[in-house]
């Protein structure tokens, strides 16, 4: 089994930076993409970066695209997710995912293991 904790979340400023950590610990998740989702309230959970193992590879929702970088340092188990000019439509819980195939996926159900959520609150 594979535990992801999260953390990194908080209340911001549009305009301000957050930079989001997911720490992986248990069973080994060698060559695993791994992803950030998110989920504002009242909407559906929906694919924000991926990354894979060696971090060679990316992929961001479009929304994001040149504001947030995804990271990975294998030799901490860690991957981050560093979020610049951030504005209000980024309010949500975001939520760190694991998988044990390579390739990058946008789709929850190709993710095996989940965290908890971190809240990520930006205000006007």
């Known amino acids: 089994q594979v535990q992801l904790v999260e953390s990194g979340g908080g209340l911001v400023q549009a305009g301000d930076s957050l930079r989001l950590s997911c720490a992986a610990s248990?069973?080994?998740?060698?060559?695993?993409?791994m992803s950030w989702f998110r989920q504002a309230p009242g909407k559906e959970r929906e694919f924000v970066s991926a990354?894979?193992?060696?971090?060679?590879?990316?992929n961001y929702t479009d929304s994001v695209k040149g504001r947030f970088t995804i990271s990975r340092d294998n030799a901490k188990n860690t991957v981050y997710l560093q979020m610049n000019s951030l504005n209000p439509e980024d309010t949500a819980v975001y939520y760190c995912?694991?998988?044990?195939?390579?390739?990058?996926?946008?789709?929850?159900?190709?993710?095996?293991?989940w965290g908890q959520g971190t809240q990520v609150t930006v205000s006007s």
């Open positions: 995912a694991a998988r044990r195939g390579p390739f990058l996926r946008i789709k929850l159900d190709d993710y095996d293991y």
């Open positions: 248990g069973r080994t998740l060698s060559g695993g993409a």
């Open positions: 990354i894979n193992w060696s971090g060679s590879m990316t």
